[in-house]
């Protein structure tokens, strides 16, 4: 990439997402610095999809305050939704089954070119606009540790071909073309075996190392908790008033809240 990203620090505070079926979560704190790895665990349905998607200026909160790269939320989301990714959430921003890895990743790389580019970079002649592009993937897929050479049949492979690690590494190339401040992956430990759950934090932890904040999802924190920021997310307590009955699901939360605040 063109510059080494710069991580956000994230901040918050008695913070919290509401939808129409209760709290998704609440009374979240968070202090990590730049270049930080924040886990965040809980069990299914504790709203931590929900959590990444408010962090990350893609859901409003309804309690607390939260800051990401020094910009408040609520009152700067789209701001903050410019400086941050997302890899791997399911009806967010998940892969195409039916695409190959090439599609997917020139896809990715023309609205970087086309959206994420500055006016002097819109006006350089095509081929130096096509060699960043290049630049751009080649050093995305090198940070997300995806040979495409090893695949079976290169950047023609389907995704539904690929394996769950093979696949969750593409969704971080993708997401860092964009050279986000903030990463934020879903799902990171989902139907992983030890070894692949183990090369999946090593990944977050190098990505985290080189300067970029990483808040990634999961059900169990990494094995070596060392430099690790973690955040646990817990159901609402059986007698509180306002909580779902059956204690909310995180997709089907962050659906709610989607369809409240608008996907961006």
Do not use: N, Y
């Amino acid at each position: 990439m063109d510059s080494t990203p710069h991580g956000a620090a994230v901040t918050a505070a008695g913070f919290g997402v509401k939808g129409p079926r209760g709290w998704a979560f609440r009374d979240i704190d968070v202090t990590a610095g730049p270049g930080a790895l924040i886990a965040v665990q809980g069990p299914s349905g504790s709203g931590r999809t929900c959590l990444l998607l408010a962090l990350t200026g893609r859901m409003k909160p309804a309690a607390g305050t939260a800051e990401v790269g020094g910009l408040p939320l609520p009152r700067r989301m789209a701001a903050v939704r410019s400086r941050t990714a997302l890899a791997h959430v399911p009806g967010v921003a998940e892969l195409d089954p039916a695409l190959t890895v090439g599609e997917h990743l020139r896809e990715r790389a023309l609205l970087q070119g086309r959206f994420g580019a500055s006016l002097g970079a819109l006006l350089r002649p095509r081929r130096e606009r096509r060699a960043r592009a290049r630049a751009l993937v080649d050093d995305a897929l090198t940070a997300a540790g995806l040979d495409v050479a090893t695949l079976p049949k290169g950047v023609r492979t389907a995704v539904r071909d690929l394996e769950r690690l093979e696949a969750l590494r593409l969704s971080v190339a993708l997401a860092l073309i964009g050279g986000p401040g903030l990463l934020a992956v879903d799902d990171t430990d989902l139907k992983l075996s030890d070894q692949e759950r183990a090369a999946a934090w090593a990944l977050l932890r190098s990505l985290a190392a080189a300067g970029t904040t990483v808040l990634a999802v999961c059900s169990e924190p990494p094995a070596d908790p060392s430099g690790v920021v973690l955040v646990r997310t817990g159901r609402p307590a059986p007698h509180a008033a306002d909580a779902p009955e059956d204690g909310g699901h995180d997709e089907e939360g962050a659906a709610d809240a989607l369809a409240e605040t608008g996907r961006a």
